[in-house]
């Protein structure tokens, strides 16, 4: 508090600190509970607070840290929610290259636009009943699928709008790299080193 008035704000490291404590207590207050309803909030605070107080919380922090794979949970959520046709689209595209990580994201089937909404409810959920890991590992699955997916069908209109296949190419290597981070951090996760 002595540093805020000077020019510059918030010091960073205390940003950084409140994000970790918060990614941890609500993961803990997850864990603690059997009360469906505290579950239901924990999943559904980016709807009711809104996704842009999650990304101030947490979009800044190192992504393989708690608060940065929470922050990925929440925002691949939002997205799926928000663009579920698309993702289903992507979803089945990619699917027929990738099995394997299709069957641990767990889609049903057939993996459509409401199915897709339902999975990744229920991995978030999964994330605060103390299968953590379960749930990064789950997501990085669903990213690597929807990658695919994203890179086929930016193959397929490359000819007919290059910048739009260059957009989906783009999201498609970010995904890909969201996948690698939270595998990571599902890994430091189960080795007690995710902070």
Not at 104 to 112: F, K, L
Not at 157 to 186: N, P, Y
Request: charged letters at 25%.
């Amino acid at each position: 508090m002595d540093f805020d008035p000077f020019e510059g704000g918030v010091d960073p490291a205390r940003i950084s600190e409140a994000a970790h404590l918060t990614a941890q207590a609500l993961v803990r207050a997850g864990k603690v509970s059997a009360d469906p309803q505290v579950r239901e909030r924990l999943v559904t605070l980016a709807e009711d607070e809104g996704l842009e107080i999650v990304a101030e919380l947490w979009s800044k922090t190192p992504a393989r840290s708690l608060p940065g794979a929470l922050w990925r949970l929440y925002a691949i959520r939002a997205a799926t929610l928000g663009n579920a046709e698309a993702m289903a689209s992507f979803f089945a595209a990619g699917a027929r290259k990738a099995e394997v990580a299709r069957a641990i994201a767990g889609a049903a089937e057939p993996p459509g636009a409401d199915e897709l909404r339902e999975m990744t409810t229920s991995i978030l959920t999964g994330a605060f009943e103390g299968d953590f890991d379960v749930a990064l590992e789950r997501t990085a699955a669903y990213c690597r699928v929807i990658a695919l997916g994203q890179a086929e069908q930016a193959d397929a209109a490359e000819l007919s709008h290059e910048s739009r296949a260059s957009v989906m190419t783009r999201r498609a290597h970010s995904l890909l790299k969201t996948a690698e981070d939270l595998e990571a951090s599902a890994e430091l996760w189960r080795r007690g080193e995710l902070d």
